[in-house]
């Protein structure tokens, strides 16, 4: 069966901090993967997805980037945090574009 | 793009009460709208979903139905409990050349009291 690691589990960074989220899929094989954001009490926000290595798309312009070395392994990253950074980061995987499941989330805190 | 909107925000119910969340989507071409529950601190949990193929289905005592020329679509809860509380998310998939991906609402806090 599938499983989505996602680490850390928390996070604590100061502001003007790099970030970098790791998310692996195991299981299967040419999953298309996503990052969303969570603030505190609010909805998911799509960031990034990716149908495959090296291609990313991006929902939002911010300061974060995402970035797919590996077919199973999606990466989220910053050069500097912001304090709006703050928040619940889910990385997802789907398989054939509709069912999407989720990792169990990073919780990363700006300080 | 897509953009979906959910209501209501907060919703509270009484335990065996029905409780019904609504959501409206804008992308006519959407053709796949999944209901989560997130429970506090937890991971979004997919529990029903519909293609839009069909205009109603069911899942004990989850039903979720579709209006296409709408555009909205909408979760039924018969009978709740109280392990039903928790925050419940529509989304309407998002489909251009780069891929698919899930645009959320913005979600509902449900209560259910005993």
């Known amino acids: 069966s599938q499983t989505i690691h996602q680490w850390p589990a928390t996070l604590v960074q100061p502001v003007g901090s790099p970030l970098s989220l790791e998310c692996t899929v195991e299981g299967t094989s040419n999953p298309n993967l996503y990052w969303y954001r969570q603030a505190a009490g609010r909805g998911l926000q799509l960031l990034f997805y990716?149908?495959?290595?090296?291609?990313i798309s991006s929902e939002v312009p911010q300061n974060l980037s995402a970035s797919r070395p590996q077919d199973r392994q999606f990466i989220l990253s910053s050069k500097k945090l912001l304090l709006s950074d703050s928040g619940f980061y889910l990385c997802?995987?789907?398989?054939?574009?509709?069912?999407?499941?989720f990792g169990p989330g990073t919780r990363l805190t700006v300080t | 793009g897509e953009n979906v909107e959910q209501h209501p925000s907060t919703l509270s119910v009484q335990e065996g009460d029905s409780a019904v969340i609504k959501c409206t989507y804008s992308?006519?071409?959407?053709?796949?709208f999944p209901w989560y529950k997130q429970e506090l601190g937890k991971r979004p949990q997919l529990i029903i979903d519909?293609?839009?193929?069909?205009g109603e289905k069911k899942d004990q005592r989850i039903a979720v139905t579709l209006n296409k020329t709408a555009k909205h679509f909408s979760l039924h809860i018969t009978e709740t409990q109280p392990e039903d509380s928790a925050v419940y998310f529509c989304a309407a998939i998002l489909a251009n050349q780069a891929g698919t991906a899930l645009i959320f609402g913005k979600g509902t806090t449900l209560s259910v009291s005993s």
């Open positions: 997802a995987w789907s398989l054939n574009s509709y069912e999407q499941y």
């Open positions: 992308d006519s071409a959407s053709n796949y």
């Open positions: 990716s149908v495959g290595i090296g291609q």
């Open positions: 519909i293609r839009s193929n069909v």
